[in-house]
């Protein structure tokens, strides 16, 4: 007798054996389409407008700064950062990021 059977006096069933075939469900794109219908709302400033990138080989990029738009400095305890807000080559006018000083000009 096998251990679980004496232990609990029924037969161990495995996860595959937990339906009968007929009631498992195959997920497939009937799945994502229904997901996509409940959590996704079109909008135009998802859309990359890609004549202003250029793609290398592998259809990569890189992002270039084209504006400084803010800088700010902070003083931590010993050490003053400084931070720059940019606007990026290809990315919307809504999308600018505060990138700090020292990282760009290692750049």
């Known amino acids: 007798m096998a251990p679980f059977n004496a232990l609990y006096n029924r037969r161990c069933h495995s ?10 469900k195959l997920y497939g794109t009937d799945l994502v389409k229904e997901a996509l219908e409940k959590r996704y709302h079109a909008e135009s400033s998802h859309v990359l407008d890609f004549s202003t990138i250029h793609l290398d080989e592998s259809l990569g990029y890189e992002e270039d700064p084209v504006a400084i738009v803010s800088r700010q ?3 931590l305890r010993s050490k003053r950062i ?3 807000k940019f606007q ?3 990315q919307p006018i809504e999308k600018k990021t505060w990138e700090s000083d020292e990282d760009m000009q290692s750049r």
């Open 82 to 84: 400084s931070a720059i």
């Open 73 to 75: 400095d902070c003083q």
């Open 88 to 90: 990026w080559r290809g």
């Open 15 to 24: 996860p595959i054996g937990w339906f009968e075939p007929d009631e498992a």
